[in-house]
């Protein structure tokens, strides 16, 4: 089973900045099959990236995606109020199991 | 536009069973497959069962092996989580998940997630 490793674990920048998130996983994750989700306070979890880099309907550009083999990155160009929320990477190898990464919680400094 | 809507959460005592019930629309139901991914108070998500688009294959997570499994109505556009044998650790939201293929890789669409809580 791959283990994905996301650092850090508390991200606590200001509206405006730059947020960069990585996803590490324990063996190499084909591309199409690595997985960004947004879960914002008292919220479920919703689709952010996926395919490593493609956005999912309605996700503003200032996300984006990149990565390859065992080293995955999420960035926010330009972070607005609503952007403050916790970050799950997500693989999968062609069948089940789906593993997670443990969250970054982007924070508010 | 899609939607999924979990009930059948509540409080059950340790080796209970509850059965969770998601309905589904929006999308053409039977040609997706259909997963629960939970999360314990304050921890991340965890996959816990998922079912083919016809019902007739089903994966899951070693922690709920023998105790949990999953159904589906696709006339009734309905997946369901039969949980037995309940534990604490079983404590948790659970949500049900539309997967973007029969078996993947994303979960392109969540419901709103019903609390299960085992508890004497």
């Known amino acids: 089973e791959i283990v994905l490793t996301q650092s850090p674990d508390t991200l606590s920048l200001s509206p405006g900045e730059r947020a960069t998130l990585s996803c590490r996983a324990s063996q190499t994750v084909n591309n199409p099959f690595l997985t960004w989700y947004q879960q914002r306070p008292g919220q479920a979890p919703g689709l952010l990236i996926y395919g490593t880099s493609n956005r999912a309907a309605g996700v503003p550009d200032r996300f984006s995606g990149s990565g390859s083999g065992t080293d995955f990155t999420l960035t926010i160009s330009r972070l607005e109020p609503e952007d403050f929320a916790v970050y799950y990477c997500q693989q999968y190898t062609g069948s089940p199991p789906y593993t997670f990464g443990q969250g970054t919680k982007l924070e508010i400094k | 536009e899609v939607q999924l809507l979990e009930s059948g959460g509540g409080l059950v005592q340790p080796g209970g069973s509850l059965r969770l019930s998601c309905a589904a629309s929006?999308?053409?139901?039977?040609?997706?497959?259909m997963s629960w991914v939970r999360q314990a108070p304050g921890k991340g998500l965890e996959w816990v069962l998922s079912?083919?688009?016809?019902?007739?294959?089903?994966y899951c997570a070693d922690s709920v092996k023998g105790r949990f499994a999953a159904s589906r109505d696709n006339p009734l556009e309905m997946v369901y989580l039969q949980m037995n044998s309940l534990r604490a650790e079983d404590t948790a939201i659970y949500y049900c998940a539309k997967v973007s293929g029969n078996w993947g890789p994303a979960f392109d669409f969540w419901g709103q997630g019903t609390m299960v809580t085992v508890s004497s």
């Open positions: 079912i083919s688009g016809s019902g007739g294959r089903t």
């Open positions: 929006g999308f053409t139901f039977n040609n997706y497959g």
